[in-house]
């Protein structure tokens, strides 16, 4: 549940610099890195109607003088199946249409998530909802397949996102979907909610897709990092109030299959933890029965972040029993502040990051502190991020492995440590 911002490549102009959060202690700490939203950066915040992302097109990488042959590295699926977990990427149609790319995801992951193509803008179709008078959602061909792609190749499906104030067609809220008529009323609000996440799931069954999916965020930040409802630009809550997040949660419990589990998703998640313990602790029907199955952690993280602290937040937030993932996982060198070059030194401390990080929610999850069924890497290459000038993935941008790449696969030896 927790953190979906997200951005693989940039999610739909998630390439954005991060906005400053307030931590507890006074100092400024990263907003999960930002992506524009209509006029305010918030950290993915995007443009309310985002242009598809372009990323680089890769080429063939040339060898370099030390050919690593990718027959000689792991997979990392192999090594997050040995703690019945999944590990995932994000996708975009460029990346399964590069046949060197495709194998490196076909080779390292079981689970996918569509960098942008399920996000509101991508899916609610404007010329339908005002001919039918309620919101209609549609799946694109990038949609429809990628799904395929995902199925021929026995890949999970991560959903991401519905309920968002980013990313989202702002028309939705406005009477007869017209942007110079006033807002529609509460009801008519909750109306379109509930309608526009029951199709989200008919959809999946129509097109027979349900199957492929397990996890599904639906809604996706919505907290600040000082503990306050995300407000300014959030139109579902500014129409609806705070109560808008437990609607949502009601409607996905009410129309979700049962072998779809409900996310909350945020960024940040660090400097949000007490704020995500009590909200969650509200997403209850009249028998005190959670709506929701668990919380998604962007992990959008820094080689200069704390990991004590991160892994803290982890355990606290698995301490309410519901299942936590590492949603959108990349950690780019230095900190938010002062982005470091990708010097063989920076790399290095990369690699041991990387390798503790892992290695501390494999404990966790073993010492039955957490419920951890599944991590996603967003992204692999680093010229494919939407950070990419901090290096923050687990490929170079030739492709090359990284001492990352053998941190995430508990390779220790070659994850940096001298």
Known sequence: MMISLAACGNEGGESAEPTA????????????????????????????????????EPTEAEPTKEVVKPEDIPAIQSVFSEHNMKVGTCLTTQMIEKSMLAELIKKNFNSVTMENSMKPDYILDKTASIEAGDLVVEFNTDIVKMLDWARENGMAVRGHTIIWHSQTPKWIFHENFDTNAPFVTREVMLARMESYIKQVFEKLDEYGYTDLFYAYDVVNEAWMEDGKIREEMNFWYQIIGEDYLWHAFNYANKYAPESIDLYYNDYNEQYKTDALLKFVDTLVDEEGNYLIDGIGLQAHLYTGDDLKTYLNTVEQLGATGLMIELTE??????????????TDENLRAQGRYYYELVEGLFKLAEEGKVKMDALTFWGFADGLSWRKDASPLLYDTLYMPKYALYGALQIKEKAGYE
């Open 21 to 56: 959060a307030v931590m507890p202690t006074g100092e400024v700490s990263p907003t999960e890195e930002v992506k524009p939203t209509e006029p305010e950066p918030t950290k993915e915040a995007e443009p309310t109607k985002a242009e598809p992302t372009k990323e680089a």
């Open 329 to 342: 996982l990349d950690v780019s060198l230095g900190t938010w502040q002062n982005k470091l070059m990708d």
